[in-house]
């Protein structure tokens, strides 16, 4: 019987050892084996993970004036599977609290979101209808601080909230044709936004954290970055917001008076090559770009490339005076119909005699013919490398996103015996109103074309600044054939037919209209008219280029409707920056001879 109990004993020492042996490969096998793994999956089960934004970066102007921000935007989301299970739920606490119903709580947040309590119910039911367990659904996007704090202080338990970044574009349309704007989804879509993205787009980063099973509140201290973020530069340009409110009024304003179809100003320093005002009318206000037609959202200063007309006869004077053969006197007899030995067919837009012109005079009655005998001194190579070198027929060093090369047609080579001619006086070929502004600040700089310039420099966030290259310029023709276009010019400005609408006291001015034809796609040309003028000021000092381009105004199809704009706009941009009155006054040039 002794025997029994210990058997006993001993076999319950063995069990408690395998018991216990148990145990312990258990707890090595949790502890050491598959710690990691399970303590993976621990984190998984008990961690929430979210998205650390990094700040878009801002666009100033170049007097830091704020163009385009970064600011919270808000999703308002709800769970459908939630929403339909809860019915009713209470609201406040104590002798306070009252009980809410699904309908009511759906009429309360359509009233903050702008949405018919119906309509929220049957997207509750449609998504319910294609997945019974659907817990996430959008309500609202993108929606300000206001309506988020709104919307969380109803405390509804099936509604939620997710951070989305914003821009913001506190100037509204001022600049929207340059600056662009950001989608919905946060990518650029146009403009600067788009063509300098590497300056401004942030990097996001990564943060999770422990939380409670039980109330799902996160446990203090268990915060983890995974991913750092990083913000955008800042993109500083050389526009002059203020000057580019005004002259967009002043755009608006004459494209409403003569019913044009658009209209484009541009301002540029005539030493430094830089833009101070890019206006296109009609344009964009980025904060709200679907506005507006797909057509308005850009700038057709930069991608809307037209035939410059006689504008263009200050450049191919130019070229003539360079190339010695002939100058501001030299003269012409011209008829006002051309047949020259290649059978192209030359004419003016007015009926005259034969005419002794000047190529003073020439640019005086902008009279194609006489034009064409000046141009045709110049072997038509040289023109073209000409061309190319006040930079036509290539976008602009700005690499606007969607800008325009022009067109001049493959060259001389490309020419037909008309086209050679045509391209003395403006037609033929196409150029966009940036480069026509770029032609004339070579020729208000001395025969020195620089560099088109929209954007100063890049400030990243660790403060490191990215400064646009800066470029001495290329010299395009000499100071002695600029010098005497700038004086023809001034001919133009002081004699020519607008003489009296475009005047501005106490300054030199250099200035040539244009009335081109607009081809139609199908190789012929449009019934209206492009109009336009293209000059600098001061003339015996150049600081300044203006340029004005009306597309069709119907009201007043001619360069009457440009010239106004014209000598508003030159105007307020000497008084601006305080520039000095012209000393003596223009030399007289002969028209005639």
Known sequence: MSRHPMRRIVAAGLALVLVVGWFVVRLVDIQVVRAAELNEASQDVRSETRVIYGERGAIVDANGTVL????????????????MATQSFERGTGDDAVDVTLDEALGELGDVIGRPAAELR????????????????????RVDTEVYERVKALRIPFVYSEEAPGRRYPNGAVAGNILGFVTDEGEAGAGLEYSED????????????????????????????KKTAHDGGDLQLTIDADLQYFVQRIAASRVAETGAEWATVTVMEAKTGKLLAVADVPTVD????????????????????????????????????DAGKGSSTSGVTADYRYLPPNGANI??????????????????DSSNTAMSMFGEQVDDEQRYQDMLDFGLGAESEVGFAGEEPGDLHGGPENW?????????????????????????????????????????GCRQSDGSVTEVPSDEGRRVVSENAADQTSQMLEQV??????????????????????????PDGNGGYQSGYLVSVSGFAPADDPEFVVSVSI?????????????????????????????????????????TW
């Open 68 to 83: 385009a921000e970064s600011v919270m935007r808000y999703n308002i989301t709800l769970s459908p599977k939630q929403a």
């Open 122 to 141: 049957t997207q509750i039911e449609s998504e319910l209808a294609k997945d019974p367990g659907a817990d996430f659904s959008y309500v609202a996007k």
């Open 198 to 225: 590497a300056c401004l787009a942030s990097e996001d980063g990564e943060m999770s954290w422990l939380h409670s099973l039980k109330d799902w509140v996160a446990i203090p201290g268990s915060e983890v970055v």
């Open 286 to 321: 980025p904060n709200s770009p679907s506005s507006v037609d797909a057509s308005d959202r850009g700038s057709r200063a930069f991608s809307a490339p037209f035939e410059p007309g006689s504008t263009f006869k200050a450049l191919t004077s130019a070229s003539v005076i």
């Open 347 to 364: 004419n003016d837009s007015h009926y005259h005699g034969p005419t002794n012109y000047t190529m003073t005079g020439m640019l005086i």
């Open 416 to 456: 037909d015996s008309q086209t050679k001619y045509a391209t003395m006086f403006g037609q033929g070929l196409t150029t966009t109103a940036i480069q026509i502004t770029s032609a004339y600040q070579a020729l208000a700089n001395g025969g020195v074309r620089m560099p088109v310039s929209l954007v100063e």
């Open 493 to 518: 400005y002081l004699h020519g037919w607008l003489a009296d609408q475009w005047e501005i006291p106490g300054y030199r001015v250099a200035a040539k209209t244009g009335t081109a034809q607009v």
């Open 551 to 591: 597309m069709n105004p119907v009201k007043m199809n001619s360069s009457a409707a440009s010239a106004p704009v014209f000598q508003q706009v030159m105007s307020q941009v000497l008084k601006k920056y305080r520039t000095v009155p012209s000393g003596a006054p223009a030399p007289e040039l002969p028209a």
